[in-house]
């Protein structure tokens, strides 16, 4: 008799959307594959998808056609096709997991006949729910509130960045990482898979500006990045200065940094996780929040919007941080404090809860 947990996660990417998403699933669903389920992904089919790289993980990818359909029309379709592919598996799915900001409550409610439980990974908070189970993994001023009124009320909610969804490279670097004295030798340009504010150039720009003769610079670009030809080219005319694209060691190349500039969004926690100071450039709307609560937090410097991001203001801003090795280990400190590091609870928590027998309704969480 099959015992297997079947589990199906409905998230997607692209350039326009970046890889955030995908990224954190394929975390989750590591975890969940390595304690015995099964796990599948549904993705839509966009410009600058990650699905060959979820495949190439090993992964079942059923895909939904990209569509043009109004804009408020749009959770419908998605709906229908969804019910489609699960039906056409014949399989028994034990949780459907969505990490989508399309799709609300109408649709999780229209699959409910479809899987046994519903998790959402959520970071806005702005829509409501129809779930058992609820992550956010961001850190708010106001977070033990925020999904008041728009989860059930069975709904566990594992709140906070201790509940970050990060891959085991990042523990294996947090076990091995060296004591930060706040002195800059190496610094980690990441603005995520896509970036589609082009932030890497500008960047580099203030890099050049700076005239660095000493430190050593790692740019990191994804394969969605439009834009990484041209930033190669940077790379390979300033002095000191490696091109990454698509790499597998984030975790190390974080844990060798003495300073990160980057975008919001889940690499924020990474960096938090190994303690890495960092400047944070604001990419999207929904990382304003975030950044601005991390940031008051201690644990980063936020610049701004991408707009006001200026490859002066960049330059100015790492400058700072040359001259005041006191600020960079303090950063360090402030950014390991919001993770609790001394008590992690951790992506496993997130998969016991997915794994046992027991009814997730009956669970009370704390964060």
């Known amino acids: 008799m099959e015992n297997k947990v079947v589990v199906a996660i409905r998230a997607d990417s692209s350039t326009s959307i970046g890889s955030g998403h995908i990224m954190r699933c394929l975390t989750l669903a590591e975890q969940l594959r390595n304690s015995g389920a099964e796990v599948f992904f549904i993705c ?19 895909i939904i056609p ?53 998790m959402v990974i959520d970071d806005l908070a702005n829509r409501q729910h129809d779930c058992d189970l609820l992550l956010d993994q961001n850190f708010y001023s106001d977070m033990a509130l925020r999904y008041q009124g728009v989860t059930p009320s069975h709904c566990t909610q594992l709140l906070g960045p201790q509940y970050a969804l990060l891959r085991p490279e990042f523990y294996k670097a947090r076990n091995n990482q060296r004591k930060r004295d706040g002195k800059i030798r190496r610094v980690l340009l990441f603005f995520g898979g896509s970036d589609p504010t082009n932030e890497t150039v500008k960047a580099l ?20 990045n439009s834009n990484k030809e041209y930033i190669k080219q940077l790379c390979d005319n300033l002095p000191n200065t490696i091109f990454h694209c698509q790499v597998n060691n984030m975790a190390e190349l974080m844990a060798n940094a003495d300073l990160a500039i980057g975008a919001g969004g889940t690499a924020t926690w990474e ?55 006191t600020l960079v280990k303090r950063m360090s400190e402030k950014a390991l404090e919001l993770m609790g590091i001394q008590n992690p609870i951790n992506t496993p928590s997130v998969v016991k809860l997915l794994l046992e027998d027991n009814d997730v309704k009956s669970r009370t969480v704390s964060s």
């Not at 720009?205 to 969605?224: E, H, R």
Request: hydrophobic residues 45%; contains cysteine.
């Open 44 to 62: 839509l089919e966009l410009a600058g998808n990650m699905i060959p790289l979820i495949e190439k993980k090993g992964y079942v990818v059923e």
């Open 66 to 118: 990209h569509i043009k359909v109004v804009q408020d029309d749009m959770w419908k379709k998605d709906l229908e096709y969804t019910k489609k592919i699960i039906k056409c598996s014949k399989k028994q799915i034990h949780w459907l997991i969505v990490d989508h900001y399309g799709l609300d409550n109408r649709w999780e409610n229209g699959l409910r006949t479809y899987t046994k439980r519903v």
């Open 205 to 224: 720009a203030a890099i050049k500006l700076l005239n660095w003769s000493a430190i050593t610079i790692d740019v990191v670009v994804g394969m969605a």
């Open 271 to 325: 960096r938090c996780f190994l303690g890495l100071p960092s400047l944070t450039v604001v990419v999207a709307d929904n990382q304003d929040e975030v950044t601005t609560a991390v940031a008051q937090a201690g644990a980063t410097i936020k610049i701004g919007y991408s707009w006001e991001a200026t490859v002066q203001r960049i330059a100015e801003s790492v400058a700072a941080f040359l001259d005041n090795p």
